[in-house]
């Protein structure tokens, strides 16, 4: 069955970094969309930044330019570079699948995916 599983969350003071990972398993990861998604506490889970099966990326406002979403074909891994986080970066980080090529609308929804992961905790202190 596809199991996804995220590591990489920590706590970091502001103006650090993280790389989060996605091991994927029990689907062809190379034809998948893949996406990363937080919550914070008391807020609806946002869409934070996709990959396109081709690995082309696609980032919400709120972090472009600090953070980069990567894929790893051959080791079937998702990754979530962040820098220069922020207090408002702290959230639980979930890594998502899609097998559907396409989204209805825009592709940072939840609704836009099949599958998710446990989460993995971030926290940015000030």
């Known amino acids: 069955q596809v199991l996804l599983v995220e590591s990489g969350g920590d706590s970091v003071q502001a103006g650090g970094s993280l790389r989060l990972a996605c091991a994927a398993s029990g689907f062809t990861f190379g034809n998948y969309r893949m996406g990363w998604f937080r919550q914070a506490p008391g807020k609806e889970r946002e869409g934070v930044a996709y990959v396109w099966w081709d690995g082309a990326p696609i980032y919400a406002d709120s972090v472009k330019g600090r953070f980069t979403i990567s894929k790893d074909n051959g080791k079937n891994t998702l990754y979530l570079q962040m820098n220069s986080l922020k207090p408002d970066d702290t959230a639980i980080y979930y890594c998502?699948?899609?097998?559907?090529?396409?989204?209805?609308?825009?592709?940072?929804?939840?609704?836009?995916?099949?599958?998710w992961g446990q989460g993995t905790q971030v926290t940015v202190s000030s």
């Open positions: 998502a699948a899609s097998s559907q090529r396409w989204c209805s609308g825009s592709c940072l929804r939840r609704s836009e995916y099949n599958y």
